[in-house]
């Protein structure tokens, strides 16, 4: 049974015991999400009926404040049980998002060993290596056979987030090789895990950036990776799962910056209008106040307009599209610096490929103007100099919006700034304002006479 909607009639029926036996046949993901759509009470209901040993992994996926709303009406025992069985990157997680009262709540009924860990955890940066990791890891012992590697696996594997990749440690905790479960299956069962193990280690440190965490296992392919302490020392491992939640919360991240909002926490759903209002209002604000360039530049050719009312109606075209070649360059140069394709270093070489890009595209995009110009408005008096004043334009915006585009993300790179922040709409404001710079420059060399 998978049918959310029959599972939703067995508890309004109060068939439990149905309903027990359609719980179990469904992921636990899929459980999360029917609990997701139900009244507050019908929810905390489900959750009752739920497997004590699935509980943990419904209550992993489930959002935050819906986490919230349970905890508040689960029972202490109820609450003690569910910290206890969460892996511990998701108990770190969820502490996360609570608020104080609920996290002091949780914790007071999680075990001292439990508490201390999640707390130690707490103590890493947000977007640190530490901060993602779980210290529920299989390790092994360079003497150990083969088969008393899989007797020790057997008997703490269950507890742990991940069996397949195993590590072989010193008795200071010092990671000496690191084996897969396939390896120990394909091995002879008195064969040395020294023997076996791979000793080309890939690791990264506590303070590692998760970012930079997310490239290695794409790189590498791995399922899980190694999290070492100064000394090198093995604290804890990230598993692949856990990428995945970085990997999405970056890319979203980054497409709120590039879109001028404040990065929000919750779904757009979840999150309240004032929240939301508050993430947009500050960019709003100042892109209106740097808009304002573009205005008082218009005012001091305001004789022009008069002169020449044709220049006018093409504004909206040169800034328009000045922007939109500006925002192409500057999304490829964020988006490679994020995959590590491109870095600060490759400016120059970057500046050379957008320059040549630029002059191409400003030829092609001036041509098509001029004859769109010059065919429409035929007749017009100095209707050559005209078109020859938006032609021009146009080449040397796109040149210096295709630059800005590419070069302002790299500068906040060196500045260690998110380069997403120099996206499209500040490199727009910027454009915007040098486009009517080089428009009226170009219009009073040309049609001086009559301005």
Not at 137 to 154: G, N
Not at 192 to 211: F, K, P, Q, S, Y
Not at 303 to 324: Q, S
């Amino acid at each position: 049974m998978n049918n959310h909607t029959e599972l939703e009639n067995l508890l309004e029926e109060k068939h439990f015991n149905l309903l027990r036996k359609g719980i179990s046949e469904i992921e636990p993901a899929d459980i999360a999400a029917l609990i997701e759509k139900l009244s507050i009470e019908k929810a905390v209901l489900l959750f009752r009926i739920l497997p004590k040993d699935s509980e943990a992994e419904v209550f992993a996926n489930l959002e935050a404040d819906t986490q919230e709303t349970l905890i508040r009406r689960l029972s202490d025992k109820e609450i003690s049980h569910v910290i206890e069985e969460l892996f511990l990157d998701d108990a770190v997680d969820f502490i996360e998002e609570m608020p104080a009262s609920v996290a002091q709540k949780v914790l007071s009924h999680a075990t001292r060993e439990t508490r201390e860990q999640i707390n130690r955890l707490l103590k890493y940066p947000e977007d640190s290596a530490g901060s993602i990791m779980t210290v529920e890891y299989v390790h092994l012992k360079r003497s150990m056979s083969v088969q008393d590697a899989f007797t020790k696996i057997r008997k703490i594997g269950p507890d742990k987030e991940t069996i397949y990749t195993c590590y072989v440690t010193d008795p200071e905790r010092r990671i000496e090789g690191v084996i897969s479960v396939k390896t120990l299956l394909l091995s002879e069962p008195e064969q040395a895990l020294g023997d076996i193990m791979d000793t080309n280690l890939i690791l990264v440190h506590t303070d590692t950036d998760r970012e930079e965490v997310a490239r290695l296992f794409e790189k590498y392919d791995f399922l899980s990776l190694p999290v070492v302490d100064s000394e090198r020392r093995i604290v804890g491992i990230i598993t692949i799962d856990d990428i995945v939640d970085v990997v999405q919360e970056e890319a979203t991240e980054d497409f709120e910056i590039m879109a001028a909002m404040t990065p929000s926490e919750k779904p757009y759903l979840k999150t309240s209008v004032f929240k939301l209002f508050k993430n947009r209002i500050g960019w709003l604000v100042l892109l209106m106040i740097t808009g304002m360039g573009t205005g008082f530049i218009l005012q001091g050719y305001e004789e022009a307009f008069l002169a020449v009312p044709l220049l006018v109606t093409f504004i909206p075209m040169l800034t328009d599209t000045g922007g939109n070649a500006g925002s192409q360059s500057a999304t490829l140069i964020i988006r490679g610096m994020a995959v590590s394709e491109i870095s600060p270093k490759d400016f120059l070489k970057i500046a050379w490929k957008e320059a040549r890009i630029s002059a191409l595209a400003g030829v092609v995009l001036s041509i098509v103007a001029f004859l769109r110009v010059y065919l429409l408005n035929y007749g017009e008096p100095d209707l050559l100099a005209k078109s020859l004043v938006i032609s021009l334009s146009l080449i040397f915006t796109v040149f210096m919006a295709k630059l800005a585009g590419s070069m302002l993300p790299i500068l906040a790179k060196r500045l260690k700034i998110d380069p997403a922040v120099m996206a499209a709409p500040l490199i727009t404001t910027i454009v915007d304002t040098s486009s009517l710079i080089v428009f009226f420059s170009i219009a009073k060399i040309l049609l001086g006479h009559l301005m």
